[in-house]
């Protein structure tokens, strides 16, 4: 994050009544700066401890704006095979959920300002106690949860205790969340709206681009919150055109693709970051 | 007591929960659909055309009612307790998984899908899926592990002979949870014109719930049946357990009944103590999968552990919400039968009763075993005999081919 970068956010903290999340200082940037975020996807312990640590401390510098870090589950049920194979790699390696809480924990000692979701499904976080887990993920710095397998009908179990520990819900709206619906989505959401490009896993196919712009307008109308746009989205032109009209660009699978095709862990870093330098550059001309 | 008893359907709740377990558990994608299909499955409950559809299929179609049989060779050889058998082998496609596969069927059907979709272990209930997407001229696609494609040869055949595309899954294990975890993933990316046949008692609400009023016809006719031939209810039900759609088929129409005894039966594989079983109430702890809470087999961190089990239609780390509820009501008794005495209990009543039973139900048997000398003759013990074992021959001389001096079948 750079100085000026720092400068921005710190202008926009003292203009706020409460203190803004991390959430809120990175949307409130790029909104002066006219871009959209580029939010980055990787399973934590992918492919191993060591190698992840180095994928996440470098996603900063590369342009990363938000991250998204997987906490891995057995039974990944609305991933495409790419992100189920992280998943697999990482808990061969031994990853577990309080490892993956130390790496958020171990990436805040250098970076105070990148904001961190942790994203997954439910068992694992009621496995580790969902109180127990809400403490740890918020000393360690963890800024929102986007849990796949919990829909609004359950906020009672982790979305209402999220927000009581300072952690934003992020809620996911999808193609067939239709307006009788969208209410009930909205109602608990904080951080920023997670859009589902397509009816999916993900790593599936693109989006089409006219109905997808179409949606994200009828979202805004119902939120003010920041809306992301993600699911399907590979290339820095795909990153480009949508970034134009949504307020955050997430790529997972294009990245996670990047580990299993390298071939050295120095290559998967290379190759990670790399990708998401284009992808940087790209959402930061988007709307010039 | 003349009258079979209507169990007024107190549970699950409006939000999908027996107690603590159930509910709706899935990615928003699939929610509105989910919505809609408790919907539609309410009004069909209540629909007597819907009904009538239901029991005309039941009836020509599937065979019903089935056989309550006195197995008096079985009850002389163990000397004690009464036996009878619940003859869903009888069934057309040899299970009790038909009964549950025409009744989501006609909801597809009167849903307006175009095209079926479902998990198998065993293949009994893919077979059944099979089956009637073929009577009802409605493409199917069925999602079976590889490690079951192997050992269920003779139902991946039937299968396709009746035009059903089977889908290997290599993830996992390739067994019953992986299919489950496929047929999710195609279900949430063909969400507008499929529907998902859920074959056991499992998944997000309204399925278990469903399964179960669709599975119940069990129970209800066991009750008639009994009360014609006795005069009175039966004293205790044993049901074997991976899902559990044919246990709970047989138990819901008596839970109001205190004095019937109920006993599900958990694979035990090679013993709970071993850690290679599919005994998720025996062995497991709650969590959450496939849309719903429930007894997991899973470690300390929540990652979901293998099932191990012979017979592949409980070869499953989870169980039915309902059952989860009604363990911890301590309103069913739950054990577990390892593989040998499964395989023991399957050769009794090859032997002594002319009848092949499926190695899923062999367990049951095997606790009819340990439990049916104990008893009196008074007492009246229903067993739920859910399937053939034609498709477990492979299987089964792969264990016990030697002694008969058979290598390959």
């Known amino acids: 994050m750079s100085a000026i970068q720092d400068k921005a956010m710190n202008t926009i903290a003292n203009q706020t009544m409460h203190n803004p999340t991390r959430l809120e200082h990175c949307f409130s940037t790029l909104k002066q700066q006219d871009r959209p975020a580029l939010v980055s996807y990787l399973t934590a312990g992918d492919p191993d401890a060591d190698t992840s640590r180095r994928l996440l401390h470098g996603l900063p510098a590369a342009g990363v704006d938000i991250i998204e870090l997987g906490m891995p589950f057995s039974d990944p049920m609305a991933d495409g095979p790419a992100i189920q194979k992280a998943a697999q790699r990482a808990l061969n390696n031994g990853q577990t959920q309080a490892k993956t809480l130390d790496m958020v924990r171990t990436f805040r000692e250098q970076d105070s300002i990148t904001p961190i979701v942790l994203m997954g499904y439910y068992n694992p976080i009621y496995r580790y106690g969902v109180e127990r887990f809400l403490t740890d993920a918020a000393h360690a710095g963890v800024d929102g949860l986007i849990v796949v397998d919990l829909p609004p009908e359950h906020d009672e179990e982790l979305c209402q205790p999220a927000f009581r520990h300072g952690i934003d819900f992020i809620r996911l709206a999808t193609p067939t969340t239709d307006a009788k619906r969208l209410p009930r989505v909205l109602a608990n959401a904080s951080g920023f709206i997670y859009y589902v490009s397509v009816a999916g896993v993900t790593g599936g196919n693109a989006p089409t681009p006219e109905r997808l712009e179409a949606s994200v307008s009828r979202l805004r109308k119902d939120t003010e919150l920041p809306i992301a746009v993600g699911f399907g989205i590979r290339t820095a032109q795909q990153a480009s055109t949508i970034g134009r009209y949504s307020d955050a660009v997430v790529v997972g699978s294009a990245l996670v693709d990047c580990i299993e095709h390298a071939t050295t862990p120095d290559d998967a870093v290379e190759r990670v970051h790399g990708l998401v330098s284009e992808l940087a550059e790209s959402v930061r001309a988007c709307r010039r | ?409």
């Open chain 2, 1 to 409: 007591m003349n009258q079979p008893v209507d169990v007024s359907p107190s549970l699950p709740d409006a939000n999908g929960l027996f107690g603590n377990f159930g509910g709706r558990f899935v990615a928003e994608t699939l929610m509105p659909l989910i919505l809609e299909l408790q919907d539609e499955y309410t009004t069909a409950k209540n629909d007597p055309e819907f009904q009538r559809n239901l029991a005309y299929f039941q009836g020509d179609y599937v065979g019903r009612p089935s056989p309550l049989y006195f197995a008096e060779r079985l009850t002389e050889h163990f000397g004690g307790a009464s036996i009878y058998l619940k003859r869903e082998e009888l069934n057309h496609t040899g299970a009790h998984k038909i009964n549950n596969c025409i009744g989501q069927v006609l909801l597809a059907k009167q849903m307006g899908k175009k095209r079926i979709i479902a998990e198998t272990g065993a293949g009994m209930h893919g077979v059944a899926t099979a089956t009637v997407a073929a009577r009802f001229g409605l493409p199917c696609v069925i999602y079976m592990g590889t490690t079951d494609i192997e050992r269920q040869q003779t139902n991946v055949f039937r299968m396709k002979l009746l035009g059903a595309e089977i889908v290997p899954v290599t993830s996992g294990t390739g067994t019953l949870k992986d299919a489950m975890n496929e047929a999710l993933r195609d279900w949430v990316t063909n969400v507008d014109d499929t529907f998902y046949i859920i074959g056991t008692v499992a998944g997000p609400h309204p399925y278990p719930a469903m399964v179960r009023d669709f599975q119940a016809v069990i129970g209800h006719e066991t009750r008639a049946q009994m009360l014609e031939k006795h005069g009175r209810l039966p004293d205790s039900l044993v049901a074997c357990v991976g899902g559990g759609s044919n246990a709970i088929g047989l138990f819901y129409p008596f839970l109001d009944d205190p004095d019937v005894h109920m006993v599900g039966v958990e694979a035990g594989g090679k013993g709970v103590k071993s850690g290679l079983h599919a005994a998720s109430l025996n062995g497991g702890t709650p969590g959450v999968l496939h849309g719903n809470r429930t007894y997991l087999l899973q470690d300390e961190d929540g990652q979901i552990t293998d099932a191990h089990s012979i017979s592949a239609g409980l070869d499953y780390p989870g169980i039915g919400p309902e059952h989860a509820w009604l363990h911890e009501q301590k309103r069913v008794e739950y054990v577990s039968a390892t593989d040998d005495e499964a395989l023991e209990a399957f050769q009794i009543c090859c032997r002594k009763e002319g009848i092949i039973p499926a190695l899923e139900t062999a367990h049951a048997l095997a606790e009819v075993a340990k439990r049916a000398p104990q008893l009196p003759r008074e007492h009246l013990m229903v067993i739920n005999l859910s399937g053939r074992g034609d498709k477990d021959m492979t299987s089964v001389a792969h264990h016990l081919g030697d002694k008969f001096g058979v290598k390959n079948v």
